[in-house]
């Protein structure tokens, strides 16, 4: 291997970059082609379906993977969890775990948009409502990172117990507060941003704010003192204090910065689904822990990186997507996740072992 | 023809060549010792044999047999046992169940037998002389009852091979003397040990031969009554140690930067009062267990139960807050450098920027290129050996460990510097090293306050020494009544202080 080819790829997170070429590939590949319309952008700045002279649309044949809408859709779909695993990669950094965040999420989607609806009501301008809705989603995200912060450290406890705990609870509040009802009749400022359309009718809103998430969360961790007591936290908390770090107020931070998150992609989501229910983002939790365990953070603490998580978000929604595109029978999309976030997790250990073997060998 | 033979041993660890084509040949029923600087891999060789570490080349022959032990449990088999420096046990278990973990005795039901379980740990330990309780949790033993424990374990499983590794490193006094004697019971029924240690009044005292290592090869394998301490230390380090009068004896000292004035802590100590002066060094000595470390952590606002006053420059600190020790610019080097010194999962860069890390940060920014030159520069100043900046402080050996987690501080700039143990563990090279350091710490004004155990190290550093004895200042002595039996006397409350 060529000495720059080894610079490109020696970085931490080349072999997930690896793993996403690798699946795109074998999707592309093996997708097989699709009919698609094509799309026009008229007058009225509406997209519509070109016609031709018989009135029929008129089809493309493009690969089933490789094509603008599919990718769009999958950056769509990848932001959502993306953004919150960039989140948990910081909690799990710190040596904890959030499991509060799919919770978080609909409790915060609930409570804004039941604030928007009132709002609606009574007939704000469509620049308030956006606002409003900003700061109480991602306020109330905040205030329920700030529960479980202040609970891990006010009480000393594992986080663990303490967001299972905060999980059903924060879901519990999102049930009562929306009464098991779905809640979409609010403004539709929101989802005009959200679901800006850029080119034929591409929605490039929700990973955008993905991808800056990802460079905060990648300046937070690398670039910042706060990011660095973060890892000094998670290596060894004992070494941490004795450095004179104030260990407590760096594991509130953690979860602040989870919760915020949370919060922020339920923003998104309301945005572009137009509506929010104490039902959202079930099972949630679960998928962004395994994808900033996937993206590299060590679930003992003190390893991992933000642009590790999102590309953990993104390979988890490859499979989910390929499950589709190949035509696999729904039924064992679980069973293949669940088998790819383990194999993954084998390939980094194994990468790390031939780092040091390589290092052990430069010894010589 | 040797007992045991180690042939052209060779182990790579990420970064390191930790052994090259080492043979040693050891006789039957001898207690040979294995001696060397940190990170000369006499601790390697020993794991090897009992099957911790598998060799990259090489081979072991045991009476003319080659033997290859791939596990510990394989080592056993064959007769070979290790008793560990670090928990080797499951501290939530008894001694019984730790005793018998690899093979409990069951009844037809298939149920542990809990009589037969107690009688075989009893016997076990009765082999070796002791009278601790089969029934106590390992966890709640001292690290000497561990190690009679595991010494136990190996003797009851048959071992005729018994690989102690630094063995008194954290031993009480009365628990090494315990110790000597039962490694000469041990040897007197024809059980040949490998003794590691760098203690070399240890090995003149139990072993019949020495293999000195240096830097993962052989040097030379002699009997003991052929050597001298200062040709081990001469062939350890490769070069004559310089012992010469610390250099900050010779100037004056400044003013008093430290000053502790009836400071207690509830259950620890009590009534502690002491002033160190600018460019000055002042040792604590004290048994283990004195209160030593205690006191230390008190000053530097880790104990949140003390009282008194702990003033630096002249002003009083508030107790219990790390933030006003910081801001007072002190500094603790932590006994433990593994559980308290250092990140293991970071880099050296970072481990050595740690606590600097408020000096090299604006508006929440880490200035990157400052925070490596500081890093490059007490690397060198230090001499850390290291393949870069970039490496896991994990892969260093103890002594460079060491010299980082003291890095850290220096970089830091802080006026008051106090090192519990910095010498534990590391080798003989290393110490030199850090006595220098420290030496030329208090010669740029620094008040530096050394705890130590190894009295040797106090009496050649130190202008004065403060001795405590159960959690009390027991007395004071200037350098010029500096001698191991007056700090020992001190130390143990069987004569007065003259001061």
């Known amino acids: 291997m060529s000495s720059r080819l080894r610079s490109l790829f020696g970085f931490q997170e080349s072999g997930l970059l690896l793993v996403v070429l690798v699946l795109g590939l074998l999707l ?120 479980n912060g202040g609970l891990i450290v006010g009480l000393r406890m594992h986080p663990f117990i303490i967001t299972l705990g905060t999980m059903a609870i924060f879901r519990g509040i999102a049930l009562v507060a929306s009464g098991g009802q779905s809640i979409g009749d609010f403004p539709p400022a929101l989802q005009k941003i959200v679901k800006f359309e850029v080119g034929d009718g591409l929605t490039l809103v929700p990973p955008f704010v993905m991808v800056l998430v990802m460079i905060a969360g990648w300046i937070f961790l690398s670039r910042l003192a706060a990011g660095r007591r973060v890892f000094a936290v998670g290596g060894n908390e004992v070494a941490a204090q004795y450095s004179g770090i104030q260990v407590q107020k760096v594991k509130l931070g953690v979860y602040l910065w989870s919760g915020g998150l949370a919060g922020l992609a339920a923003l998104l989501a309301m945005g572009y689904y137009g509506s929010a229910s104490s039902g ?45 595109i190949l035509g696999i029978d729904q039924n064992y999309s679980q069973i293949i996740t669940g088998s790819v976030v383990v194999a993954a997790v084998a390939l980094d250990k194994f990468n790390t072992w031939l780092a040091q073997r390589r290092l052990a060998r430069r010894a010589d | 023809m040797a007992f045991l033979e180690f042939h052209q041993i060779t182990k790579r660890f990420p970064g390191v060549l930790a052994l090259d084509g080492v043979s040693v040949s050891i006789e039957r029923g001898a207690c040979h010792a294995l001696v060397g600087e940190n990170g000369a891999g006499k601790s390697t060789l020993g794991k090897i044999l009992a099957g911790v570490y598998q060799p990259d080349g090489g081979a072991i022959r045991l009476e003319e047999k080659v033997i290859h032990p791939v596990s510990p449990h394989a080592a056993r088999a064959l007769g070979v046992a290790m008793v560990h420096q670090e928990l080797a046990f499951c501290p939530n278990l008894s001694v019984e169940e730790n005793l018998c973990l690899g093979d409990q005795p069951r009844n037809a039901a298939g149920w542990v037998n809990r009589r037969e379980l107690r009688a075989r740990a009893r016997a076990m330990l009765a082999e070796i002389g002791s009278n601790i309780d089969p029934a106590t949790l390992i966890g709640t033993l001292s690290t000497g009852q561990e190690q009679l424990v595991q010494i136990a374990a190996a003797v009851g499983t048959g071992a005729n091979v018994i690989i102690m590794d630094e063995p008194t490193s954290s031993l009480s006094l009365g628990e090494t003397r315990e110790l000597f004697r039962l490694v000469r019971a041990l040897k007197a029924r024809g059980i040949t040990l490998i003794y590691v240690s760098h203690r070399l009044e240890e090995i003149f005292a139990l072993c019949d031969a020495v293999t000195i290592l240096r830097d993962g090869h052989h040097v030379v394998t002699e009997p003991i009554g052929a050597t001298s301490p200062q040709r081990i230390v001469r062939q350890m380090i490769g070069r004559e140690l310089l012992v010469r009068e610390p250099a900050h004896l010779q100037r004056s000292y400044g003013a008093v930067r430290l000053q502790v004035e009836n400071l207690s802590s509830p259950g620890k100590f009590t009534g502690i009062h002491f002033s160190v002066r600018a460019g000055e060094i002042v040792g604590l000595a004290g048994l283990v267990g004195a209160g030593r470390s205690e006191v230390a952590q008190a000053i530097f606002g880790l104990d949140p139960a003390a009282a008194g006053t702990v003033m630096m420059h002249g002003r009083a600190l508030r107790l219990g807050s790390i933030r006003a020790a910081l801001a007072a610019k002190s500094g603790l080097v932590p006994e433990d450098r593994k559980r308290q010194g250092l990140v293991l999962s970071m880099n050296c860069r970072e481990n050595s920027s740690l606590a600097a890390l408020p000096l090299l940060t604006r508006f929440g920014w880490v200035n990157r290129r400052a925070e490596h030159e500081l890093a490059e ?9 290291t393949p870069s900046l970039e490496t896991s402080i994990a892969s260093l050996s103890g002594g460079n460990q060491q010299k980082i987690a003291l890095a850290k501080w220096i970089a830091r700039e802080c006026d008051v510097l106090i090192v519990d143990e910095p010498t534990r563990g590391i080798d003989v090279g290393a110490k030199a090293e850090i006595y220098q350091l420290l030496d030329e710490l208090a010669g740029e004004g620094k008040a530096v306050l050394m705890i130590s155990s190894e009295l040797p190290e106090l009496i050649g550093l130190c202008g004065r020494v403060l001795v405590m004895r159960e959690g009390r200042l027991a007395g004071e002595l200037p350098r010029a009544e500096f001698s191991e039996a007056a700090l020992m006397g001190l130390m143990a409350g069987v004569a007065q202080s003259a001061a």
């Open chain 2, 377 to 385: 520069r007490y690397a060198k100043r230090l001499r850390v050996k």
């Open chain 1, 280 to 324: 959202d983002a079930n099972g949630y939790e679960l998928n962004v822990v395994a994808a900033a365990v996937v993206g590299g953070s060590s679930l003992t603490g003190g390893r991992g990186s933000a642009l590790g998580a999102m590309l953990g978000a993104l390979i988890i929604q490859m499979i989910t997507t390929g499950i589709i």
């Open chain 1, 28 to 147: 592309a590949g093996f997708g097989g082609s699709v009919q698609q319309p094509v799309l026009v952008r008229g007058a009225d700045g509406e997209v519509t379906p070109q016609l031709n002279a018989a009135g029929e649309k008129v089809l493309v044949t493009r690969n089933r993977f490789l094509n603008a809408r599919n990718l769009a859709q999958l950056a769509k779909d990848t932001s959502f969890i993306g953004i919150m695993a960039v989140g948990m990669a910081v909690v799990i950094i710190s040596g904890g775990i959030d499991l509060s965040v799919g919770a978080i999420y609909a409790l915060a989607a609930v409570v804004s948009a039941l604030v928007l609806r009132h709002l609606g009501e009574t007939g704000a301008s469509a620049g308030m409502s956006v606002l409003l809705a900003v700061v109480v989603c991602v306020g109330m995200g905040l205030l329920c990172g700030l529960v």
